[in-house]
């Protein structure tokens, strides 16, 4: 099966499970970009897989619950060493993890018959998906006479077996499964259950991404060093002492590196090499907190690291603050994490040690936002420091600003509420006390009234509680309950607070939407085969309209260079990393025929310039626009649109 085939089938099933209704054959070829015949084969595939299962209706496909959360998985992934790899990645991953395990080289012929394909199919499908993934590592597969070779270091095997690894659909929730998969010999759990145990033993806090990221490479050390590929001068010399010489936990570290050193040498009876000696060290050193962030301030972090470098990432966090226009952008102590957090990220970027985040794209689109300034810290960082910061980087950067940026999103505002009730002993106090407690900082209470003072002077609020039966003034919304808050009446209320909030939502989206939208920057079928010629076309519609510069369109280049801005399947939302607009604006590109972006294949387009004035409003057209996105029926509906007020009303349609 090709990749891009594989591709469309996986996308195929996100988009049923994020549907609550029947999908036509036809709207999925058009989310796919598929033909209705492929799309009929792809279910027909699936449904034979046995993994999941797809009905079918005269209304069209949506996919079955599932018994299990196993059933979820592929079944290269469940460790069931009889089901042979089908898809494209089982395939590809099979194949590298038998050439590397092979000394004197593999016959494709072999392969091929232990996939249970043909050689013709072999060689056109699974062997240039493979290529491709080990040239990534500085890998390269070698065929003569239909036999097959990898060539390389053994460190950058290494980079590719715990790639392969951890970065299946599951993540670390499924490693040791692919591990033991590609390495059947083995037993890979009683191996992590030991190394887990000589870790916790070390004194050494560990977080929980990188304690995964550290068992994975202690996993491969060994298996690799039982195999007989131990690390050579040609890997280059490693200085796991001269690192762990820095650190105020190094007699701990070398410790705990000698425990699994003694385990290696008493499990499987060889010592371990010097240089695979200071790798783990290494992996220890970079894997462990240099300090309790709680006792964290600036004269321990300035006893830990450079004072040149904590004032360095401490003026691009300003810088950052000032970009998105927040004011109060995170506290000291969360500044002095960070800062920590990036001297981290800088040593795994000199060291090449890899740090694998499986959140990462769920951080991406869920929290685009947060995300898009953490791509503006690591541009400004790697600018600075000369080192390579890649997407897992941004998204661990993304995790330190997220909660704290939150704080300073545009709230939607309490709902101001009057109270209507008739003084009775303190029922009236008890009332507004429960109605506090129960919704908090929803509602802010302006008035607590008797019928009659109502009546007389009614205050301007959005609502009005009422245990009487009164007409309400202004346009407020009445709410009628008893005068005993029970379960009921705190449903009723909720139901009506957050119908105020969606339609204060939609009023928004919809002003705000409507002021960035223009009908001139509404562009149909754009002639782009890539990223980078569309905002090409774009970006001289806009100069035509003197909305946007070279310089400026040379930035959303640099910023797409940096990280993908496809945030879902359907969209690419490209802008700017450093350079504003004289105005602000947003260019919309719909396409039948889907761009090529990234990882994903995009029907639309929204080029997003914000003024600097503006880019307080920034958070909130990311976070608007991928809401919709989001929708499965939306993204239908925007798809069935030709016209700019077509595409405005389908845009802001379901917002809130």
Known sequence: MSNAKQNRINRMINVLENS????????????LGASERSIRNYVAEVNEAGTRHIESSKEGYRLAATTSAAGNAPASLLGNADIVPAGSDSRRD???SRLVNARDGLSVFDVSDELFISESTFQSSVMPQARALVRQFDLNIETHDYRMTLTGREADKRKLLGHIATHNSYGYFTSTKTLENMFPGFDVQGILSSLVEICQRSDLFINNYAFSNLLMHLLVIIIRLTSNNELSEVDGPIDGDGLVAQLGKREQIVRCAQCIAAYFEKEFGCAVPRADFQQILLLLALSVERCDFGDLNREKLASIIDRDFMD???GILDECGERYNLPRFIDEPMRLQLVLHMFNAYQRAVYHVSYPNPLAAQIKSEHAPVYDMAVYIAHRFSTAMN????ENEIAFIAFHIGAYFEKFSAPDGAITCTVIIEEYHDFARRLVDDLKSEFGDDISVVAVMSCDGYLADPPESDVVIATIDVPVCGGSTKILIGPILTKQNVRKIRDRLCAIQEQRRRLYAQGLLGRLLQPGLFMRNVDANDATSCIDRMGELLAAQGLATPEYIADVHLRESVSSTAFTDSLAMPHAISVYPERSFIAVAHNDASIPW??????????????????GLFRDVLDLIIEVFSSVETTMRLMQTDTFEEFLAALTHDIG
């Open 20 to 31: 609550s209704s029947w999908i036509s054959s036809s709207m999925l070829a058009s989310l």
């Open 598 to 615: 990234g990882r994903h294949d995009v029907r639309f387009v929204l080029l997003i310039g914000i003024a600097q004035e503006d880019m």
């Open 94 to 96: 099979f194949t590298i």
């Open 312 to 314: 360095m990432v401490l």
């Open 387 to 390: 080192v390579e910061v890649g």
